[in-house]
């Protein structure tokens, strides 16, 4: 854990870089699927996308693809979770919820060391609201269309 205090000591020379602007980060999350305005408002908040970013935004996310195979094995996203058993897409869904998971837990954890670091009220380098900007992204959904299926499920 770095202490506040050593964080303080260097953080005025980052000026206003920040995470927002990795273009590894953005160009995984494009992949991913995140296509709301919100997140290419804040990709064109720092200039032009990149052109690395900007190859994941005109291809298909993952969960097109995952849509198309589903709709090409002749089935639905519902009939993969109230069917008569777990098939293999059923798990290749489950590993692409695994996987949203986990970039949930990350970026919550994430949330939690910037709150620690620099409070929660704290500004981020790159002008954004700091913790509170992070806090937000904790929700953002790669495979929305798996989450509904559950609902849809659940709710009668």
Known sequence: MLPP????????????SSGSQSVQFRAIEAASGLREPHFIAALEAHGP??????????QPTLQDLL???????GTSVKQLYVGPGPTTL????????????????????HV??????????TGGTGGTLGARYLAKTVSQRFFPKLWEARGEMFSG
Do not use: C, M, N
């Open 5 to 16: 205090q050593h964080f303080l000591q260097f953080r005025s020379f980052l000026g206003t």
């Open 49 to 58: 996308v990149p052109d690395q970013v900007k190859k994941y935004l005109d």
């Open 67 to 73: 849509l198309g195979l589903i709709e090409h094995e």
């Open 90 to 109: 059923f798990f290749l869904a489950e590993a692409f919820l695994e996987y949203e998971q986990g970039f949930a837990e990350w970026r919550f954890k």
């Open 112 to 121: 939690q060391l910037v709150e620690r670091v620099i409070g929660p009220g």
